[in-house]
Nanobody, 117 residues
Framework: QVQLVESGGGLVQSGGSLRLSCAASGILFNLYDLGWYRQAPGKQRELVARISNSGITNYVDSVKGRFTISRDFAQNTVYLQMNSLKPEDTSVYYC???????????WGQGTQVTVSS
């Protein structure tokens, strides 16, 4: 069974940093495009950052220069380094994997990030 397990969320003060991790079982991340999404209460889920299996990255404008997505194929893990956090970054963050080979598309369970003023 495929499972994406997230960790690293928590409470941090404005201006602080967190690193989110998402480790996969049942799939190999080297065959997938990977991304981080977030959804705050009453809002649509939005793409925050993504990285293709070839290493090309994209970010939503609001996090450019502050967040970095990366992956470690040996650890089968994707990361989101979040610096200079702002209260508006408060959300549930989800990792996502989309197969480059077949129809597979998977989500993590979400991890809460709360940024205090």
């Amino acid at each position: 069974q495929v499972q994406l397990v997230e960790s690293g969320g928590g409470l941090v003060q404005s201006g602080g940093s967190l690193r989110l991790s998402c480790a996969a079982s049942g799939i190999l991340f080297n065959l997938y495009d990977l991304g981080w999404y977030r959804q705050a209460p009453g809002k649509q889920r939005e793409l925050v950052a993504r990285i293709s299996n070839s290493g090309i990255t994209n970010y939503v404008d609001s996090v450019k220069g502050r967040f970095t997505i990366s992956r470690d194929f040996a650890q089968n893990t994707v990361y989101l380094q979040m610096n200079s956090l702002k209260p508006e970054d408060t959300s549930v963050y989800y990792c996502n994997a989309v197969s480059r080979v077949g129809p597979g598309r998977y989500w993590g369970q979400g991890t809460q990030v709360t940024v205090s003023s």
